[in-house]
């Protein structure tokens, strides 16, 4: 038996939508309404048409506005890191190679000195470029889990900034 005090709390509703013809979809608003049928309680389902609220409007309205927003940083955080890993993270490990390729001629220990310091700024950009290029690209989080990009993170923290995580 239920509780007294349970019967006057009110329930639940919600909007959907059904398809009522072939292609044809109705928008309706959705309730349990409690009855008692001998005794014993039952639930009826209520399907009204919508009731439309300025309010309610604006708030969905909102919702896929900042919904769309998402999608297309989304789209533009893919091109960009796309375009940093395909061209100019390419570009730049040519010319890094480049620079490696070019050490064993060079014998003048000051050439060789400045080759070693452009060959180590290249080596930078180029793990810069990598780790803009993943910062960009949130899709990790769906491709390993939560778990495992979390775990990545953690690990890339502790490298980069010699933080320990516990």
Not at 56 to 64: R, T, Y
């Amino acid at each position: 038996m239920m509780k007294k005090g349970a019967l006057n709390d009110s329930l639940p509703y919600f909007y959907s939508q059904m398809p009522v013809y072939a292609g044809v979809v109705k928008d309706f608003s959705m309730s349990l309404k409690r009855i008692f049928i001998r005794g014993e309680l039952n639930f009826q389902l209520i399907l009204r048409p919508p009731v439309r609220n300025e309010h309610i409007e604006m708030a969905k309205f909102h919702e896929l506005l900042v919904q769309e927003t998402m999608l297309t940083q989304e789209a533009e955080r893919k091109r960009i890191a796309r375009e940093l890993h395909d061209h100019i993270g390419q570009s730049v490990y040519s010319i890094y190679l480049g620079l490696e390729g070019i050490k064993a001629f060079v014998e003048n220990e000051k050439y060789e000195k400045h080759l070693a310091r452009m060959t180590n700024v290249m080596e930078k950009t180029l793990n810069e470029i990598k780790d803009l290029s993943k910062s960009l690209r949130p899709e990790i989080v769906s491709r390993l889990g939560i778990r495992d990009t979390l775990t990545e993170a953690v690990r890339e923290w502790r490298t980069l900034y010699n933080i320990e995580f516990y």
